[in-house]
């Protein structure tokens, strides 16, 4: 795709973070590549927390996306596995903005909604909504579908963001002319 740009989408997670990375020129989407980096459970969390850092660096090297999203976390009744669940976010936000990239977050319903068309859609439907899509996608793991569906969310934010410009650019325009 010729003025693509290139976004990876991240789905944070402490045993398991996902990513995908696909290709937008206005409304055309294109599949790159998805996967998981994972961390070992028999570790302690300072070292698992440098594997997902690693893993995702090596992801963004082989890439190089232009534009990432993260996934915000979802706050649950155990507040220790959502402080870990947080601390894997961070990280999942630190490798991209060490690579200089901007970063944009999304709530899991938005994720869900945008590409489901509803706030509820459970991980089958994600995973079919991203294989209709990007139909050469092949994620490995819903972690790996659900960092397409990031990337997916993104994408359709920036061409929202760029249809509210040109409105917003003909309007002034509009009012200009009148007066």
């Not at 206005?26 to 440098?50: H, P, T, Y």
């Not at 995702?56 to 999203?69: D, F």
């Not at 903005?97 to 970063?103: F, N, Q, R, V």
Request: net charge positive.
């Amino acid at each position: 795709m010729r003025g693509a740009i290139r976004i990876i989408g991240i789905d944070p997670g402490l045993r398991r973070t996902g990513w995908g990375v696909i290709e937008t020129d206005g409304v055309k989407l294109g599949f790159i590549a998805c996967g998981s980096v994972s961390s070992d459970a028999a570790e302690n969390l300072g070292v698992r927390l440098r594997q997902i850092f690693d893993g995702l660096s090596n992801v963004l090297q082989r890439t190089a996306p232009a534009e990432a999203a993260v996934e915000q976390t979802f706050v649950n009744r155990d507040g220790a596995a959502t402080l870990k669940l947080g601390q894997a976010r961070g990280i999942a936000m630190l490798v991209p903005a060490l690579a200089g990239l901007t970063i944009a977050e999304y709530a899991p319903n938005a994720v869900k909604k945008t590409v489901v068309g509803a706030g509820h859609g459970d991980k089958d439907q994600i995973r079919a909504m991203v294989k209709y899509l990007l139909p050469r996608a092949e994620p490995d793991s819903a972690d790996a579908a659900d960092a397409l569906a990031i990337a997916i969310t993104h994408a359709h934010s920036r061409s929202w963001s760029r249809l509210e410009a040109a409105v917003a650019r003909a309007d002034l325009h509009v009012r200009r002319t009148a007066s």
